[in-house]
Structures are given as structure tokens and as C-alpha cells.
């Protein structure tokens, strides 16, 4: 099954705390992505990747480090959390398509993170 | 900036139409179209390109005014699984980062017996 899978599904840390989450794809798309949703601020991007070795920011990168050594993986790392970073998290794919556009993303579960 | 979605919500019977509009202030090179149901990821609808060119469900129509930036969705004989939110995101080919998306905050849409 075509799917975005992330780990864990929810988390509860402490601030100062290094965690990474995972995601992960097996459509072998090239565009991967990393969102966070808090209420009232919609879907905002936190880091991309267009191929693999290949990251760029999103709007909202600070806090946040992103790695993408295979194709099929996009890992969030977040070195020190801080109670701010508290969201629900989605990593999504999508294959590029011709003349560089983002094509249709497919989201995984979401991944959501408190942070204490 | 983050494109500006209108209305924020909507309430509908079965069977009503509605339409919800979103607008950057940037140039974009596409537009894409989301809903997401409560306590679920979000879903494709619609991408519409610079040029006319789109691709999405048969169910869904929108239409992209690339002078305007304007972009809006319709919505007619809703249904009740209609109902979430929905969000609309740009992606702009200026200022070096071509893949960058940016969405709205998103528009409520609930769709009554």
C-alpha cells in the first residue's frame, strides 16, 4: 500500500530533550516535506527536500534540522525542544513534476508533540 | 506571507453551494487545494497551474486568476462529507526557493442535514 509513515504517532517529552521523528515513504517520491498545524495558523512548512542531499527552509525553520540521506526518508530533528515547538507534525511527499512543480502531496498520520 | 483564505467558515445545508476564495501577494506558480477532515492528515483536491493547466477530482472545481493571484473553490450540491477544513497553499517560483509551499489558515466548512 502507496503510504507516508510516520513514528511516533504521539510524544510527550521534556524541554532541552533531543527527539527525532521519523518519516518515512515508499512511492519513491522525490519532494519531501515537514508541517506543522497549530489551531488558527493553518499548515506551515517547516523544511522541504527535493532529492536526496538536497533541503531547503521552509517558514518556520527555527528550531528544527532536517536530513535527507535516502530517498525514502525525511527525518525532523529537533536538537533542544522548547515548549513553542507543542504541535501536531505531518511529513508528506510528492512527486515533482515537469518544470519543478510540487505535485499532489500525500500526507502521513501526523505526529503529535508536547512538549513540557 | 501566508495566502488569505475567505470566509473563515461556512455553515451549509445538504445541497447548497458554496465558494471559498483564497489570495497571495505573491506571484505563484500554482495553487493547491486540501481538505482535511477532523483528526485526519490532509487530502488533495485540486492543484491549479500558471497557464490554465489543473489537476484534481472530478467532483471539484476551482479557478486560478493568475493576474489577481486570486484563487477559488467550489463547492455545489454539498454533500456531508463535504464538511472539514479546508486549506489552500502556494507555491511561488521567485525569491530562490522555487519548492517552497504556503498555506493559508485554512477556511471551516460544515455541511448540515
Known amino acids: 500500500e502507496a503510504q507516508v509513515t510516520q513514528n511516533p504517532r504521539y510524544l510527550i517529552t521534556v524541554t532541552g530533550k533531543k527527539l527525532t521523528v521519523t518519516c518515512s515513504q515508499n512511492m519513491n517520491h522525490e519532494y519531501m516535506s515537514w508541517y506543522r498545524q497549530d489551531p488558527g495558523l493553518g499548515l506551515r512548512q517547516i523544511y522541504y527536500?527535493?532529492?536526496?542531499?538536497?533541503?531547503d527552509k521552509g517558514d518556520v525553520p527555527e528550531g528544527y534540522k532536517v536530513s535527507r540521506k535516502e530517498k525514502r526518508n525525511f527525518p525532523l530533528i529537533l536538537e533542544s525542544p522548547s515548549p513553542n515547538q507543542t504541535s501536531l507534525y505531518f511529513c508528506a511527499s510528492s512527486p515533482t513534476g515537469t518544470s519543478g512543480r510540487v505535485d499532489e502531496q500525500f500526507f502521513g498520520p501526523g505526529t503529535r508533540l508536547t512538549v513540557l | 506571507q501566508q495566502p488569505v483564505q475567505s470566509p473563515q467558515a461556512v455553515i451549509l445545508r445538504e445541497g447548497e453551494d458554496a465558494v471559498i476564495n483564497c489570495s497571495s501577494s505573491k506571484a505563484l506558480y500554482s495553487v493547491h487545494w486540501y481538505r482535511q477532515k477532523h483528526g485526519e492528515a490532509p487530502v488533495f483536491l485540486m492543484i491549479?497551474?500558471?497557464?490554465?493547466e489543473q489537476k484534481g477530482h472530478d467532483k471539484i472545481s476551482a479557478s486560478f486568476n493568475e493576474k489577481k493571484q486570486q484563487s477559488s473553490l467550489y463547492l455545489t450540491a454539498s454533500q456531508l462529507s463535504y464538511s472539514g477544513t479546508y486549506f489552500c497553499g502556494g507555491q511561488s517560483n521567485s525569491g530562490g526557493s522555487n519548492y517552497k509551499l504556503t498555506f493559508g489558515k485554512g477556511t471551516l466548512l460544515t455541511v448540515n442535514p
Open positions: 527536500s527535493m532529492n536526496v542531499e538536497v533541503t
Open positions: 491549479l497551474l500558471k497557464g490554465g
